[in-house]
C-alpha cells in the first residue's frame, strides 16, 4: 500500500522564526529543563517537524512545546491529533518480537516497542520507529555493495533513543532481549557496509557503539554483568577504530559504564581506573556534567576501596563541576543526569564508606527532587533510602519506603531495584 507524502509543518517554522534548527533545539532543551522534563531534541529533530515526518509529538515534547507556547495547542503547532496520527490498535506480527514484561504497559507504549524491534527471517531486519504512530525504518543486514547513508544511521541513532525512553520509564527486565537484535544489525552493517561519506561512517559507528552501551546497561540493570561487561567492552572498541570528536565521546561514555557495573560488582580497582581514563578523554569535550558524573564514578571506587579523604576529594571536584551547570554539548545520553542522579550517588559513597546517616540524607533528597515521570529512577532511590535507613537501624522508616517502592513496582521492571529490596528485608530481619 503506498504510503502517502509528508505535509510540511508550517505553523511550528514559522514559530521557530530567525532562529537556527540548531538554536531552536538548544531552546527546547532548555524549556524542558524548566519543567522537569528530558528530550533529545536536536537540529534534525527540529527539521522532521518542519517536514512533516512528526505528524505528533511523543507526550515529553507536547508537555515542553505547550510549555514554551502557552495557550496554543498542538494543532496550533501544526501537529495532527494523537488518535488520528496512531490510529487504531494493530495486532503484533506472527515474526514480532513480544518478550514478557511488556503486557502491562500502556497502548503507546506497546505498539513502539512492537514496531522498534522486529526481526523478519534470516535477514534479521530490526525496525527502529522514528516517531510515535509514525512509519518504521528498517536496519537490513547489509546485501552486496549496500551503500550506508542517512536512512540507516538515523535508524540506528532512533533506537537508542527508544531504548532510552522504555527503559526510564519501565526498567530492563525484557527490554534486553528484544534490544540485541538491533544491535546486531548495526554490527552487520559496521561489518558489511560501506559508507557513501566519512561523516556517516563515523556517525554509524558512534551510533552503533551507543547502542552497544544502552544494550550492556539493560543487562546491567536486569543482573546480567558478563553481558553487560561484554556490551561495554564492544562499544570501547568501537570508539577508538576512528580518532572524531563523536567517538572521544563514546569512549567516555563506554568508561563511564565500565566504572560503574566495576563498583557494582565490587571491582573497585577497575572502577577506579575506568572513572580516571574516562575523566581524561572526557576533558576535551566541554561538558561538566558529563565530568561531574565520571568524578562522581571515582568517588564511588574510592569509598569502595574504604578511602574516605580521597573519596570526598573527587565529591568535591563533582559538586564543582556540576555548579557549572548544563551546556548544550552535554551528551544526548546524558539527559537523566541532574540533581537527583547526583544525590544518589553521593548516598552510594557514604553508603559504601558505612556513614548510614549521611546516606539517609542524601538519598532522601534524591527521591524528593525525582520527577515521578521517570519511575524506574524513582522506585531505585526510593529502594536505596530503604536499605539506608535500615542500615541505620530506622526500621519503621525502612519499612514505610519499602513499602511505597512495592507499591510503585507496577510496570517497573528493575533487577537492580528488586536486589535492594531484597537486601533492605534482610538487614531488618537480622535486627529483629
Known sequence: MAMSRAVPNLAFRRLRGQRSAAEFAAAVRRAAREIGEQVACDARYI???EAGEIRCPNYAYERVFLHMFPGLGLSDLG???????????????????????????ND???????????????AALAAASLTLGGPAVAIPAPRGAHRIGETEVRAVEDVVRRIRLL???HGADGLHKAAVRPLRAAYALLDAGTAA?????????????????????????????EDARSHYAEALATARVTGSAGNAALEAHAFCNTSFLARDT???????????????VARPLGSARLLCLLSLR???AWAGLGDRSACERALGRAHSFFDRGPVDDDPEWMSFFGEPEREAHEAQCWSLLGDWGRAVRHARRATVLQNPHFARNLALYRA??????ARAGRRDEAEAEAGLVRESLDGVASARVRALLTETGRVLSATR
Not at 556517516?200 to 546497561?217: D, F, I, M, P
Open 384 to 389: 536505596q533510602l530503604a536499605e539506608d535507613l
Open 47 to 49: 527539521g522532521r517537524v
Open 298 to 300: 571515582e568517588a564511588g
Open 266 to 280: 565490587g571491582r573497585y580497582r577497575e572502577a577506579l581506573r575506568a572513572a580516571q581514563a574516562g575523566l581524561r
Open 79 to 105: 501537529f495532527s491529533a494523537r488518535e488520528a496520527v496512531r490510529g487504531r490498535r494493530r495486532a503484533v506480527p506472527a515474526d514480532a518480537a513480544s518478550p514478557a514484561g511488556f503486557t502491562t504497559w
Open 108 to 122: 503507546e507504549e506497546s505498539d513502539v516497542l512492537r514496531r522498534a524491534f522486529m526481526t523478519s527471517g534470516s
Open 197 to 225: 561519506r566519512r561523516s556517516t561512517e563515523e556517525r554509524l559507528h558512534a551510533g552503533a557503539g551507543e547502542l552497544a552501551l544502552s544494550v550492556g546497561w539493560l543487562a546491567h540493570d536486569s543482573g546480567r554483568h
Open 167 to 169: 527503559d526510564d520509564r
